[in-house]
């Protein structure tokens, strides 16, 4: 039994498959989090959620229209590449994934329901014999067995590839931009952070001032124990290092992608030019400045 957290990605229009899922999963033992189950009375969602998604290993993705149109699914999954979490993603609908989406192998519930629930299971350590209990659940998207395999699956695909339009393989303006914010939450979060420890550092030195209110900082005082006030002092300051430079390369990278934003004007000019090469140059440039 994996002992992961796994952090479940979905649309609200999925809410009753993703719920329901997750349960099965949950009494099979598994240690998945979704928001509908997750968040107790009273807690912010937003912080809720950042703070398992930030704690989670793997991040459970289901696939559908609605889900790789959603900017939080799509926000969540950028966090996650970001941090290099693992995926498990699953195709409930068929759907247009976007590039970076399409690289990751998939369960496919959808055509074959049988190989996806077994490689889940694998995936997290569970008992084969549970297939039966996630099935249950198939129902809901409608599926009740594993459907043939179209022979021609591999052609169709290649079809569908080469009349699909080249601009949508680029990474989104609109991805861009939700990158960008993503930076800019997290440098606010960090210099919160920055404040905190410094508010702490300057506190223990007001507790140091009001306890030797005659500056005398003695050699029998500084053995006493008073030592250990100086250090923490400067282990509270040293704190503030990581986040501050996170900030700094954030920042940095908060400019690229708006050179980045500038970049694919170009190359939509001349799209019908570019080699899928090219294309995912560009994107594996955009996954280099959301990570820190």
Same mark, same amino acid.
């Given at each position: 039994?994996?002992?992961?957290?796994?952090?479940?990605?979905?649309?609200?229009?999925?809410?009753?498959?993703?719920?329901?899922?997750?349960?099965?999963?949950?009494?099979?033992?598994? *240690?998945?989090?979704?928001?509908?189950?997750? #968040?107790?009375?009273?807690?912010?969602?937003? *912080?809720? !959620? $950042?703070?398992?998604?930030?704690?989670?290993?793997? =991040?459970?993705?289901?696939?559908?229209?609605?889900?790789?149109?959603?900017?939080?699914?799509?926000?969540?999954?950028?966090?996650? !590449?970001?941090?290099?979490?693992?995926? =498990?993603?699953?195709?409930?609908?068929?759907?247009?994934?976007?590039?970076?989406? &399409?690289?990751?192998?998939?369960?496919?519930?959808? /055509?074959?329901?049988? &190989?996806?629930?077994?490689? #889940?299971?694998?995936?997290?350590?569970?008992?084969?014999?549970?297939?039966?209990?996630?099935?249950?659940?198939?129902?809901?998207?409608?599926?009740?067995?594993?459907?043939?395999?179209?022979?021609?699956?591999?052609?169709?695909? #290649?079809? &569908?590839? *080469?009349?699909?339009?080249?601009?949508?393989?680029?990474?989104?303006?609109?991805?861009?931009?939700?990158?960008?914010?993503?930076?800019? &939450?997290?440098?606010?979060?960090?210099?919160?952070? #920055?404040?905190?420890?410094?508010?702490?550092?300057?506190?223990?030195?007001?507790?140091?001032?009001?306890?030797?209110?005659?500056?005398?900082?003695?050699?029998?005082?500084?053995?006493?124990?008073?030592?250990?006030?100086?250090?923490?002092?400067?282990?509270?300051?040293?704190?503030?290092?990581?986040?501050?430079?996170?900030?700094?390369?954030?920042?940095? /990278?908060?400019?690229?992608?708006?050179?980045?934003?500038?970049?694919?004007?170009?190359?939509?000019?001349? !799209? /019908?030019?570019?080699?899928?090469? $090219?294309?995912?140059?560009?994107?594996?440039?955009?996954?280099?400045?959301?990570?820190?």
């Amino acid at each position: 039994m994996s002992t992961e957290s796994i952090f479940v990605s979905y649309s609200s229009k999925d809410r009753p498959f993703a719920v329901s899922f997750t349960e099965e999963l949950k009494k099979l033992g598994a *240690n998945v989090w979704i928001d509908q189950l997750g #968040i107790g009375l009273g807690e912010n969602w937003d *912080n809720a !959620i $950042e703070e398992a998604l930030e704690k989670s290993d793997t =991040v459970m993705l289901i696939l559908s229209p609605t889900s790789v149109e959603s900017p939080n699914v799509q926000d969540e999954v950028s966090i996650a !590449i970001s941090t290099d979490k693992k995926f =498990v993603p699953i195709l409930i609908k068929e759907c247009d994934l976007p590039m970076r989406w &399409k690289r990751r192998q998939y369960a496919d519930l959808l /055509n074959n329901p049988d &190989k996806a629930i077994g490689d #889940i299971l694998n995936f997290l350590g569970l008992q084969a014999t549970a297939t039966s209990n996630l099935k249950n659940v198939l129902s809901l998207i409608g599926v009740s067995e594993a459907p043939p395999k179209p022979q021609e699956q591999t052609t169709e695909h #290649i079809t &569908k590839t *080469n009349t699909e339009n080249l601009e949508d393989l680029l990474i989104s303006e609109a991805e861009i931009d939700r990158a960008i914010i993503m930076h800019q &939450k997290a440098i606010k979060k960090n210099w919160k952070l #920055i404040a905190a420890l410094a508010f702490s550092s300057i506190s223990l030195l007001v507790v140091l001032y009001l306890i030797k209110s005659d500056f005398s900082l003695s050699y029998e005082w500084l053995v006493g124990g008073g030592w250990k006030t100086i250090v923490g002092c400067l282990m509270l300051n040293l704190l503030s290092i990581k986040p501050y430079g996170s900030n700094t390369k954030r920042s940095k /990278n908060i400019e690229l992608l708006d050179l980045l934003k500038i970049k694919r004007e170009r190359l939509t000019r001349v !799209i /019908n030019k570019l080699t899928e090469k $090219e294309i995912n140059d560009f994107n594996n440039e955009f996954d280099k400045y959301i990570a820190v």
